[in-house]
């Protein structure tokens, strides 16, 4: 079936009008009709070929909800009129050790992205959430609590994701003091998770016009990291450290705040880093790590977690004719904290 979508067909382009093919529904598809998609840095990426590799043409956007239309006939957990979500993934081979625990980011044969992926129905790639129409195998359609606000959940398929992931893989708990470094759209969304699991949140960052907006969302303190007396008060204090500095910098620093035997954990930053010096994880036999997303069943408990804490993103919502003038906003650090698309102003 035809939709009508945005994307670009080049990178060096804005995004336009465009119209796409959606398969015909298989046995074990959801047919969803998209209500919003958020607006992600990944998203600005492919579309400039930042990464290398975009295929042409790019329909991004991996946080959709919307309401389920028609199921397949095998399809036995949706059912027409449930509100839904997909991230940022829409297929793995299912048989590797990582999907079979659970874990098909890390899909040894690799995931398929909802945009940019190799599409095995059509021989070509997958178009993304910025469209009016989505077919989804029903293993990566995803159950949104209905009591919370569909526009603020979108980016939870993404920045939600990504953040609730490590703080639960590393056992985050009550009294824990937690440290989120950089406060953007992963940044916020760390600091209302760790808070909700108890922690003793701290935002780290280099700007103090943040620490007013940080408190609000949850942090207990913040602290300043070029203030050189501040950071050596938090020396060898913090249980875990969530790094959401989505460009290259100096991991050093942090590392020194770091308990004996604690991690901090990358989430951000897809490129090489400044040099790390060995001496800062092997004296005190520290971690440095990182993670990607999460898998469906992780994203369901999260989803899950935010229904009964009333936990959404903070956003700013934009029709898809403004879509280029947020871009140029996102990559400015111009939004608090994610821009979400209403979807129906592209009919």
């Not at 042409?56 to 009129?81: A, L, Q, T, W």
């Not at 992931?165 to 009294?175: Q, Y």
């Amino acid at each position: 079936m035809k939709v009508k979508a945005y994307g670009v067909e080049t990178p060096e382009e804005n995004l336009k009008p465009l119209n796409i093919e959606r398969r015909q529904l298989t046995a074990k598809d959801v047919h969803i009709k998209i209500e919003y998609c958020g607006v992600c840095h990944s998203d600005i990426h492919t579309v400039r070929n930042d990464w290398g590799g975009s295929k042409y043409p790019v329909i991004p956007g991996h946080e959709i909800i919307g309401r389920v239309v028609e199921v397949g006939s095998d399809v036995k957990n949706f059912k027409p009129g449930q509100r839904v979500g997909v991230g940022c993934m829409v297929d793995s081979c299912g048989t590797c050790p990582s999907c079979q625990d659970d874990l098909e980011q890390f899909c040894e044969e690799r995931m398929v992205g909802t945009y940019n992926g190799k599409d095995k129905h059509s021989g070509g790639h997958t178009y993304g959430g910025y469209s009016q129409d989505i077919v989804v195998d029903e293993h990566f359609v995803l159950n949104i609590p209905e009591n919370i606000d569909p526009k603020g959940t979108a980016p939870l398929l993404c920045a939600g994701i990504t953040t609730w992931s490590p703080l639960k893989h590393w056992n985050i708990k009550k009294g824990d003091k937690v440290g989120v470094i950089g406060l953007g759209g992963l940044g916020h969304m760390g600091i209302k998770f760790a808070n909700a699991l108890g922690a003793h949140v701290v935002m780290i960052t280099r700007s103090e016009s943040k620490s007013k907006d940080a408190k609000s969302l949850g942090a207990h303190e913040v602290l300043i990291s070029t203030d050189k007396d501040e950071m050596k008060k938090h020396k060898n204090s913090f249980d875990f450290l969530l790094n959401t500095i989505p460009v290259k910098h100096d991991l050093n620093p942090y590392l020194s705040l770091l308990k004996r035997d604690k991690t901090i954990c990358l989430v951000g930053a897809i490129e090489p880093l400044e040099p790390m010096h060995g001496g800062s994880v092997i004296a005190g036999r520290k971690r440095v790590s990182g993670s990607l997303i999460g898998g469906i069943k992780e994203t369901q408990e999260m989803l899950d977690f935010c229904g009964e804490h009333n936990i959404t993103c903070d956003v700013e919502m934009i029709d898809i004719q403004n879509i280029n003038t947020a871009y140029d906003r996102v990559t400015s650090s111009d939004v608090k904290y994610r821009f979400v698309i209403d979807m129906e102003s592209l009919n």
